[in-house]
């Protein structure tokens, strides 16, 4: 079955960096796209990045753009999300999701807390 375990997130200072990892299984990954989304508090899930199964393409939110980088590992399975530049608006849950067989699959989730 199709599994996506979220990685890396912790507390970090304003202005600081980090790398969130998520590994996928149960589906041939390098044939799928797979997203970043977050959710902060009090507020509705959003799309952060996008990358395609080859990770020749991505997209970001413009909340996010020149500050966070989406990449991927074909052969390790696994995407990620490197965070430059922190803010406390980017205090949130990340999730990594990919649609396999027209249905979504989520991970847990990693929590990320911006503050000093």
């Known amino acids: 079955q199709v599994q996506l375990v979220e990685s890396g997130g912790g507390l970090v200072q304003p202005g600081g960096s980090l790398r969130l990892s998520c590994a996928a299984s149960g589906f041939t990954f390098s044939s799928y796209f797979m997203r970043w989304y977050r959710q902060g508090p009090g507020k509705e899930r959003e799309l952060v990045a996008f990358i395609s199964s080859g990770g020749g393409g991505t997209t970001y939110a413009d909340s996010v753009k020149g500050r966070f980088t989406i990449s991927r590992d074909n052969a390790k399975n696994t995407v990620y999300l490197q965070m430059n530049s922190l803010k406390p608006e980017d205090t949130a849950v990340y999730y990594c999701?990919?649609?396999?067989?027209?249905?979504?699959?989520w991970g847990q989730g990693t929590q990320v807390t911006v503050s000093s």
């Open positions: 999701n990919t649609l396999y067989r027209s249905r979504n699959y």
